[in-house]
C-alpha cells in the first residue's frame, strides 16, 4: 500500500531563517505531487505541484520555492522566511490506480517567529 | 474555472441530529467531486467521491453525498451525527484526471452532547 510521510512534524524558525521541508511517498511510481498550505481560516492554498522530476509548477507568487529531486521526492524550501509563512503545510500525491483523488500527509506545522 | 464554495463555515449540531454540509461547485465540464475531513493537527482523509457513477455516493464513516447537477450542488450528510463526526470538512473539484484539487474554505463541525 501507499504512505506519505512528512518532516519535520512542527518547526519554530526565526524570521529570516532558511527553510527545508520533505515529502516522500511510498509504494508508488511517478505520482503527481502536490504542496498546500493552511492557514487559520483560509482553506487550503496550492502553491506547487510537480508532474515528474524536476518539473515544477507554482501557483502563487512568494518567497518559497519547491523542487523534486527523485520520483517520489518534494522539498519546499525558502531562503528567508517571513512572518506571513506561519502556517500549517500539506503535502499530497494522486497517481497510481487512484488517479483522482489525492492522498494527504500528516502536515508540518510551522511558526515563523 | 472551476470553484468551489462550503455554505457555512460553522455547523453546530447535537448528538444524534442530522448532520447536513453544503457544498456547490461551478464547472463548466463534469466534475470530479470529492469530500474530505481534518481532525485537528493531522491531514485530509478521503470521505468519499464523485466521479460521474451513481449521483448517491456513500462514504467512510456513515456520511453520503448526492450529486445534484441541476443545482451544482454536492451536500455532504449523516443522519445520526456522533460526537467523533466533529471535525474540519473539506469540498473539492477537479475537472479532469491529474489536475490539482481546488478546495472550498472548509466548514468546522461541533457536535454537543
Known amino acids: 500500500s501507499q504512505t506519505i510521510h512528512q518532516w519535520p512534524a512542527t518547526l519554530v524558525q526565526p524570521v529570516g531563517s532558511p527553510l527545508s521541508l520533505e515529502c516522500t511517498v511510498e509504494g508508488t511510481s511517478n505520482p503527481n505531487l502536490y504542496w498546500y498550505r493552511q492557514a487559520a481560516g483560509r482553506g487550503l492554498q496550492l502553491l506547487f505541484y510537480s508532474v515528474g522530476i524536476g518539473q515544477i509548477s507554482s501557483e502563487v507568487p512568494q518567497n518559497l520555492s519547491a523542487s523534486r529531486p527523485q520520483d517520489r521526492q518534494f522539498i519546499l524550501s525558502s531562503k528567508k522566511l517571513l512572518l506571513s509563512d506561519s502556517g500549517f503545510y500539506l503535502c499530497?500525491?494522486?497517481?497510481?490506480?487512484?488517479?483522482?483523488?489525492?492522498?494527504f500527509g500528516p502536515g508540518t506545522r510551522l511558526t515563523v517567529l | 474555472a472551476q470553484s468551489v464554495t462550503q455554505l457555512g463555515s460553522h455547523v453546530s449540531v447535537s448528538e444524534g441530529a442530522l448532520v447536513l454540509l453544503r457544498c456547490n461547485y461551478s464547472?463548466?465540464?463534469?466534475?470530479?467531486l470529492f469530500w474530505y475531513v481534518q481532525y485537528p493537527n493531522q491531514g485530509l482523509q478521503l470521505l468519499l467521491k464523485y466521479t460521474s457513477a451513481a449521483t448517491l455516493v456513500k462514504g467512510i464513516n456513515g456520511f453520503e453525498a448526492e450529486f445534484k447537477k441541476s443545482e451544482t450542488s454536492f451536500h455532504l450528510t449523516k443522519p445520526s451525527a456522533h460526537m467523533s463526526d466533529a471535525a474540519e470538512y473539506f469540498c473539492?473539484?477537479?475537472?479532469?484526471?491529474?489536475?490539482?484539487?481546488?478546495f472550498g474554505k472548509g466548514t468546522t463541525l461541533s457536535v454537543s452532547s
Open positions: 464547472s463548466s465540464v463534469p466534475p470530479y
Open positions: 499530497a500525491w494522486s497517481g497510481g490506480t487512484s488517479y483522482n483523488e489525492q492522498f
Open positions: 473539492a473539484v477537479r475537472q479532469q484526471a491529474g489536475t490539482a484539487l481546488i
